[in-house]
């Protein structure tokens, strides 16, 4: 077949479209549409590996159907072979691309998103995100900005895998050597998402006394009042239960936060600190070294530089954990919204095996992890205040603004070495997120409150 246009598959409605934090995200309909899909399946197809097949898993959108469809019919336009996996966690992408040597990998998932919006992300042969060289390139085929020489010269074909999730399951029980967690309470909320695909079963299988909440795969109200951006329900079930812990997931299972049996939450800070002097008292943290990101507690940092560890801080975002676990070979790495991330377990965030890590360590010690925490560190108060800043420029620009970098630096002053300021761009939504963290709550107030205020007066102008 002949080459074609720039764009093989018709044109396309989002010739903005780039890659955030954690891939392409949006509103289904707006940002998020059949026709982009089409045209993210095709260069994809272009860009990765050519020798093996690529993999397709979703979380439990009602889109994520239209947009797995539209993405098979663009990589298979490009001559790939295709093999969609169904409901499955993020991480079993990844994993399985390792395991089955694929040349890389989707996952249709928004995340912590509401059930409004979707998004897709993209892995490479060795089961990492695409680096940005490789997202350049696929935007520049979004764009128009590369020929697609050769055309669809050739089409591929689709199957549906999902048998091969049971490889993903076994490498869960395998990460704790089927270690027994019989007769343990612990509540799991699933979030409606994808961790129903797996959660309660291998915890079952552990013996684990179990009880489920929002245990179904369900597009509607995944991420709805519940999941590891709402722990209400978790810590209410936890505490009238008498369980010893709880685990929540968020919408496509990559991330978990954990409540103890006090209703007390444990973040992923909490889950660094602990798993981390875990693994530096038996020898097993490189240089005692954790990666996090600009997020984590300066509390956390201090603790764990009062046991002799070093804490490397990277941007927000597990890509770039995962990257700096690479160069420096650290163990251990996370955000403190509950990514967590293992060298030892593959270096993708994980949330079912992290609840997994956390409920066998506790056992095996016989502690509770109420205990456990009682070990751990004393945070700062932290705040973090979203504002919904619609302009994409002034977003992203915001240290342009004279008014609020000047704000910023005067409360950077007065905390002095007690406190920290972090202004970003949500990489995901439109939203500036301000975060303050001092040693005295009534000072995070006071900045939180002046900070979110400046910048809601100076980036909203009309």
């Excluded at 089409?38 to 959108?61: A, E, K, N, T, Y």
């Excluded at 409901?87 to 040349?103: H, N």
């Excluded at 600190?273 to 984590?296: E, F, I, K």
């Amino acid at each position: 077949m002949a080459s074609i246009a720039a764009h093989p598959l018709g044109s396309l409605q989002s010739p903005e479209a780039s890659f955030g934090t954690d891939g392409l995200r949006g509103r289904v309909g707006t940002a998020i549409t059949p026709a982009l899909a089409l045209q993210v399946g095709f260069w994809c197809g272009r860009v990765l590996p050519p020798d093996g097949p690529l993999l397709i898993g979703m979380d439990s959108r009602c889109s994520g159907s239209m947009v797995v469809a539209a993405l098979t019919a663009g990589l298979t336009a490009a001559g790939r072979e295709v093999w969609t996996l169904g409901l499955c966690p993020t991480p079993a992408v990844p994993g399985l691309i390792r395991r089955l040597q694929a040349s890389g990998g989707l996952m249709v998932s928004a995340s912590h998103n509401p059930p409004e919006d979707n998004g897709i992300k993209v892995f490479g042969p060795d089961g990492s995100k695409l680096g940005s060289e490789l997202q350049r390139r696929i935007e520049s085929g979004l764009r128009g900005e590369v020929d697609a020489a050769g055309g669809m010269s050739s089409c591929g074909a689709a199957s549906h895998r999902s048998e091969l999730l049971e490889h993903y399951r076994e490498s869960l029980l395998s990460s704790v050597q089927h270690q027994r967690l019989d007769g343990v309470p612990i509540v799991l909320d699933l979030c409606w998402g994808s961790a129903t695909a797996c959660g309660a079963e291998v915890f079952r299988s552990l013996g684990a006394d179990l009880t489920v909440l929002h245990g179904v795969a369900d597009g509607e109200r995944i991420n709805v009042g519940c999941g590891s951006t709402h722990l209400g329900p978790l810590r209410e079930a936890v505490i009238e239960r008498g369980a010893a812990m709880g685990f929540a997931f968020d919408g496509d299972a990559d991330r978990m936060l954990a409540v103890d049996g006090r209703g007390r939450v444990v973040d992923g800070d909490h889950v660094l600190y602990l798993w981390g002097s875990v693994l530096q008292d038996s020898g097993a943290l490189p240089d005692q070294r954790l990666v996090a990101t600009v997020m984590s507690n300066l509390g956390f940092e201090r603790a764990w530089q009062s046991r002799g560890g070093q804490l490397e801080r990277t941007p927000v975002g597990d890509q770039h954990v995962h990257a700096a676990m690479v160069s420096s070979g650290a163990a251990l790495g996370g955000e403190q919204s509950g990514h967590i991330l293992s060298s030892a377990h593959g270096l993708a965030g994980d949330g079912v095996l992290t609840a997994l890590q956390l409920a066998t360590l506790c056992h095996g010690q016989q502690m509770t992890l109420a205990d456990w925490l009682d070990r751990s560190f004393q945070a700062y108060p932290q705040k973090l205040v979203n504002v919904r800043v619609p302009d994409l420029a002034r977003r992203k620009g915001w240290a342009e603004c004279a008014p609020l970098r000047d704000l910023v630096d005067e409360a950077e002053r007065s905390m002095a070495n007690d406190g920290r300021v972090l202004v970003r761009a949500s990489g995901t939504e439109p939203l500036l997120r301000v975060m303050v963290e001092a040693a005295e709550s009534d000072v995070v107030e006071l900045w939180t409150g002046r900070l979110a205020e400046a910048a809601d007066r100076h980036l909203n102008v009309a």
